[in-house]
């Protein structure tokens, strides 16, 4: 059974940043988009960024100019690098992987803490 493997939370004060890496646990061939998203206490999920395989991105509105989605193709792995960090972006942050048949993946869900 695949899972994805997030790894890069924690806790941040405002302004600072992380790092956030997903890898499934073995390979998946054929992934078409890979993205994050994020769901905070009494909130929906949402989706924060994604990446197509051939590199198209999308951004939610709060995370354009903070945060930059990136990742490595061949390992299918998928980063989020995200700066000036807000207590606002306090959540658990998932990740998700979507297949070119439309199998899709979810992470387990990393914590991200942004203190004041």
């Known amino acids: 059974q695949v899972q994805l493997v997030e790894s890069g939370g924690g806790l941040v004060q405002a302004g600072g940043s992380l790092t956030l890496s997903c890898v499934p646990s073995?390979?998946?061939?054929?992934?078409?988009?890979m993205g994050w998203y994020r769901q905070a206490p009494g909130k929906q999920r949402e989706l924060v960024a994604s990446s197509t395989l051939n590199g198209i991105t999308n951004y939610a509105d709060f995370a354009k100019g903070r945060f930059t989605i990136s990742r490595v193709n061949a390992e299918n792995t998928v980063y989020l690098q995200m700066n000036s960090l807000k207590p606002e972006d306090t959540a658990v942050y998932y990740c998700?992987?979507?297949?070119?048949?439309?199998?899709?993946?979810w992470g387990q869900g990393t914590q991200v803490t942004v203190s004041s």
């Open positions: 998700h992987a979507q297949g070119s048949s439309g199998s899709t993946w």
């Open positions: 073995i390979y998946i061939f054929s992934i078409n988009r």
